[in-house]
């Protein structure tokens, strides 16, 4: 089914034809799904992660969805539960407008109803009764149920099949960016008195002490003060009212340069720890060479099912003020087994050997309809070969409890 651009759900597409009829055979699974749909399975199998959470919210799946669809207009054209209660909803409107003007005032007819279309619905009178037994109490109630129609309705995702790509690669990032600086506080919380001592007695402050005279007597005395020591004030002090007239010379007040002075170095002791866990990105590469009619439009119902699917969805007004996430993804690698008969057994199993992702969002999508460097068309123009790339980004981070309940 499609509302003419929109390839809803439920229509699985397998290229080539019988690869998942082929024992022993592998290729890719991939899975898609309205946004919400997505979330509610990631969680039902076991995914941890905030996108899983989102996903088991009633407030954020249902009351809140229903508040911006009422306050926008509607909510995507291409749910079919929503498209069916609006089609029953249009012809109860229809039959009573029908009924309720006649004569003279049937001249606008079509004007009202294309009103109540709208969403304005001053020409009707409720309570209005649906084919289904549906009762339409008030304006509010019919706001309310074209939410529900929307939100509730079963969406069965869409199922592509197609063969393993040349190139399948995962990896696994770890951020351990946060950089705790201790500096000098690590040699203070081990041992204070002698921290103290060793920079008096070291032979920075010596040389200094040697080359400045009465200016490194005042830094000494400032740093014999427990409570702390402050080497830029100290010399800032000391120094205040120097120039510098040829411009070359370093600021001898900051603490680096002036232990630099004595062939030394301040340790930062930076304590590296962990900041969270890097998103996988998938880029899968596919060639799609048709042999014939039926299978290329195959091919190209599967291309416009991803070139559907990653981009968003508007309100029913088609107004663009709100606009609805894009389908969620699952890429699972898949394996023919076989039963006892050589047959390919309950279709498949997850590949034993290959990883599965995370709910995805299709982020990059390029097709070359000219790979052969030549544009083809075969005698009613549809293309031949064409060759199609895309790139996969999880919406949540893989956790180890991910790892436990699943084959990620």
């Not at 301040?266 to 596919?286: D, G, V």
Request: charged share 20%; net charge negative.
């Amino acid at each position: 089914m499609s509302d003419g651009n929109r390839v809803l759900y439920g229509e699985g597409q397998t290229y080539p034809r019988g690869l998942t009829d082929i024992p022993l055979a592998s290729y890719m699974r991939i899975t898609r799904y309205q946004y919400n749909d997505g979330l509610k399975r990631a969680r039902s199998e076991g995914q941890q992660g905030v996108g899983a959470g989102v996903g088991q919210s009633t407030l954020l799946n249902k009351d809140l969805k229903g508040a911006a669809a009422f306050t926008f207009g509607g909510i995507d054209k291409g749910n079919a539960g929503l498209d069916d209660f609006n089609k029953q909803f249009y012809e109860a409107a229809k039959q009573q407008i029908a009924n309720n003007f006649t004569g003279s005032q049937a001249r606008n007819n079509n004007k009202k109803l294309d009103k109540i279309k709208a969403g304005e619905y001053k020409h009707l009178k409720f309570p209005l009764s649906l084919q289904d037994g549906t009762v339409i109490e008030n304006a509010e109630s019919l706001a309310e149920m074209k939410n529900q129609a929307g939100t509730t309705a079963d969406a069965v995702p869409t199922i592509y099949h197609l063969p393993m790509p040349n190139e399948f690669q995962y990896s696994y990032g770890a951020s351990w960016d946060n950089k705790f600086k201790l500096g000098t506080m690590a040699r203070l919380l081990d041992d204070m008195g002698g921290t103290l001592g060793q920079m008096l007695a070291t032979g920075s402050i010596a040389g200094i002490t040697d080359a400045l005279g009465q200016v490194g007597s005042e830094f000494l005395g400032g740093a014999s003060d427990e409570a702390g020591i402050n080497l830029q004030n100290t010399l800032g002090a000391a120094f205040k009212g120097a120039t510098d007239p040829l411009g070359i010379n370093s600021d001898i007040t900051q603490p680096a340069n002036f232990l630099g002075l004595a062939g030394l170095a301040p340790n930062e002791n930076a304590l590296m720890m962990f900041s969270r866990m890097e998103m996988r990105s998938f880029s899968l590469s596919f060639e799609f060479f048709a042999r014939d009619a039926e299978e290329a439009k195959t091919i190209d119902k599967i291309i416009n099912g991803f070139k559907t699917g990653m981009h968003p969805v508007v309100n029913a007004k088609g107004t663009g003020g709100v606009l609805g996430f894009p389908d969620l993804f699952m890429l699972e690698p898949w394996f023919g087994i076989i039963d006892d008969s050589g047959t390919v057994k309950d279709g498949g199993i997850p590949h034993p050997m290959m990883p599965k992702t995370k709910m995805c969002a299709l982020t990059g999508f390029n097709i070359n309809s000219a790979p052969s460097n030549n544009f083809v068309t075969v005698k009613d123009g549809q293309l031949p070969l064409q060759t199609v790339s895309m790139t996969f980004n999880e919406t949540t981070a893989l956790t180890s409890a991910d790892l436990e309940t699943g084959k990620f």
